[in-house]
Each structure stands twice: as C-alpha cells, then as structure tokens.
C-alpha cells in the first residue's frame, strides 16, 4: 500500500521561512513527477511547485523565485523549500506523486498526502 506524509509546516510569521518534506512509502517502481500542490479555504487545489524525474520543474508564478522543489528519486521523497513567506501563502499545502507505478507492470496513478496546514501571519 502506497502512503505519501508530508511534515514540516506550521505557523510563520511575514517573511519567514518553512521546509515540507514528503515521503512516499509502500511498493514504489517508479514515480513520474513529485512536488506540491495547496488549497486555501474557499479557493480550488492550486499547483505549486513539481518536479519530473529528470529534474525539470514548473513553478507557480506566484511562488517562483520564493520556493525551491527538490526531490530524490531514490528514496521516493521530494521537498519544498518556502521563502519570503506571505500572508497568501497561507493553505493546506499537499504532497503529490503522480505517474506512480508500482511494478513496471502495474498502471501508473496519481496519490496524495494527507495535507499540511502552513500558516503565515503576524
């Protein structure tokens, strides 16, 4: 059974900074593109930052410049590193495996952590 946890968030004042981290865990092939997604209340999951197994990136313009995805396919784990943090920034913020497949065999589907809650306020 495959699992993704996410850790890492919490509350931070304007300006900070916070790392999430993510594990996937379970029987793991392989995994296409990790990275992050969020939600703010009364808004719809919005992409944040995700990064493909070669290593290329697409960044939320909001966010570009600011956060930093990282991930090591070797251990199935992937990282957002979020700097200059803003009120805005505040959401439940998602940990996303997509493409994940677990044998060679197997059909690959997307899976989601449970969430973290980042807060930005003074």
């Known amino acids: 059974q495959v699992q993704l946890v996410e850790s890492g968030g919490g509350l931070v004042q304007p300006g900070g900074s916070l790392r999430l981290s993510c594990v996937a865990s379970g029987s793991i092939f392989s995994i296409d593109v990790m990275g992050w997604y969020r939600q703010a209340p009364g808004n719809e999951r919005e992409l944040v930052a995700i990064m493909s197994r070669g290593g290329g990136t697409n960044y939320a313009e909001s966010v570009e410049g600011r956060f930093t995805v990282s991930r090591d396919n070797a251990k199935n784990t992937a990282s957002l590193q979020m700097n200059s943090l803003k009120p805005e920034d505040t959401a439940v913020y998602y940990c996303?495996?997509?493409?994940?497949?677990?044998?060679?065999?197997?059909?690959?589907?997307?899976?989601w952590g449970q969430g973290t809650q980042v807060t930005v306020s003074s």
């Open positions: 996303v495996a997509e493409g994940l497949r677990v044998t060679a065999l197997h059909r690959a589907r997307d899976y």
